[in-house]
């Protein structure tokens, strides 16, 4: 430990010659002896970033979100993944973490939003799998959501996975069950048959599969889209976004004050991990 630590002070002094290679040279050594304090990744790669190294400054600010994730700091690793997102804007499985991020902290209408957009653009580039895959989390999160159920089976059909779109449509006859439409159960378990011969239509794992967190009786409801949205995308908006009020968060930036201690040791990391998400969120 009394060796990291002091890895960790020479590489602050050389940041503050200005000598920023060696002082990466000095991270490197650090992060080889298995030292993974999310916040010496940042500083790295917001060292990497401001000298052009953008794909390796994403790569250590995954390593960051990463841990960060572990240690249960959700707030922390979204505020990250949006850093990334600034610098590499087409960076699709960020949309995928900072879905599961958000839906960890509860924030079930921006995880639709990023879910939304990582199957979007994976149908893009012709990956129905992973597209599949993202709406099957957005359903469990809005269960209800019949545009983009619909959605889902166009999709697995395109994808020449009919049976995938078929479990779907009895999850949604087995909802119905559930609610008293019984004439709506019947149609969706009959288009379910037509699509996916020879499925077994009596119960529905996908519905299981999709049951998700939230109350059945108080499914996530979602504005309309705004103008010019379309496709995924305009369902992306069928969900609030809870967080759309609060400021963006902020990442420590290199030249912020107190980036050492008094004695000129690296400051406190748990301080420096409380700063980064404060102001994320307002209640």
């Known amino acids: 430990m009394d060796r990291n630590l002091a890895i960790k002070k020479k590489a602050q002094q050389l940041i503050a010659k200005g000598q920023i290679d060696a002082a990466l040279a000095e991270f490197d050594r650090l992060f080889e002896s298995g030292d ?20 390796e400054a994403v790569r250590r ?21 949006k850093r990334i997102l600034r610098i ?10 900072l879905g599961q991020l958000y839906a960890k902290e509860g924030l079930y209408g921006d995880a639709i939003i990023h879910y939304l957009e990582y199957a979007e653009g994976s149908i893009r580039r012709q ?3 992973a597209a599949l895959n993202a709406l099957d989390e957005v359903l469990k999160l809005s269960p209800e959501n019949k545009e983009l159920s619909e959605k889902y089976v166009e999709i697995a059909m395109r994808a020449d996975q009919p049976e995938r779109g078929g479990r779907e449509l009895l999850r949604r006859a087995d909802l119905a069950e559930h609610e008293g439409r019984s004439s709506e159960a019947a149609e969706l378990r009959e288009r379910a048959s037509t699509l996916a011969p020879g499925m077994d239509l009596a119960v529905s794992d996908h519905a299981e599969e999709t049951a998700g967190p939230v109350n059945m009786d108080a499914p996530i409801s979602t504005p309309s889209a705004p103008s010019g949205a379309t496709g995924i995308d305009a369902i992306a908006r069928a969900g609030a976004d809870e967080s759309a009020h609060v400021p963006e968060p902020g990442v420590i930036s290199l030249t912020r004050d107190g980036a050492t201690g008094s004695g000129g040791e690296p400051a406190d990391p748990v301080a420096n991990h409380a700063e980064l998400a404060t102001g994320y969120l307002s209640a």
């Open 61 to 81: 600010y995954r390593q960051a979100v990463d841990e960060y994730s572990k240690a249960d700091l959700f707030k922390n690793a979204i505020a990250v993944c």
């Open 127 to 129: 990956d129905h799998d």
């Open 36 to 55: 993974k304090d999310p916040y010496d990744f940042i500083l790295v790669a917001d060292l990497l970033a401001k000298r052009g190294s953008m794909q």
């Open 88 to 97: 590499s804007k087409e960076d699709l499985e960020i949309h995928r973490s």
